[in-house]
């Protein structure tokens, strides 16, 4: 199983990212998806989440209605469009799967497969 974070940058405030992770190996349809980030010294933090059929979205409140996540079932790939960047996003952020979440889980130890990172930097 292989999941690949790309599309990570550096942004002014205000910009704009495409957050893209491409999945191998398991059978995508059954996994609900998940976005996490972890700035320097802190723990890892919930993003947004998005269950088997794209039809039921969860964000952490400092991102609704700026971020929006997404799944292409053909492409077993997920996304993460992310508008009007704050400094505070700043971070390295992940994508997880798991197939025994319902709809979402909050927590990172709800999933059992983590790409590997892809860092995230807007600038002041």
């Known amino acids: 199983v292989q999941l690949q974070a790309s599309g990570g940058g550096l942004v002014q405030t205000g910009g704009s990212l495409r957050l893209s992770c491409a999945t191998s190996g398991l059978p995508f349809l059954n996994y609900v998806m998940a976005w996490f980030r972890q700035a320097p010294g802190k723990e890892r933090e919930f993003v947004a989440a998005?269950?088997?059929?794209?039809?039921?979205?969860n964000y952490r409140d400092s991102v609704q209605g700026r971020f929006t996540i997404s799944r292409e079932n053909a492409k077993s790939t997920v996304y993460l469009q992310m508008n009007s960047l704050k400094p505070e996003d700043t971070a390295v952020y992940f994508c997880a799967a798991d197939s025994t979440i319902t709809h979402y889980n909050r927590s990172p130890d709800g999933y059992s497969y983590w790409g590997q990172g892809t860092l995230v930097t807007v600038s002041s």
């Open positions: 998005l269950n088997r059929s794209g039809t039921r979205k």
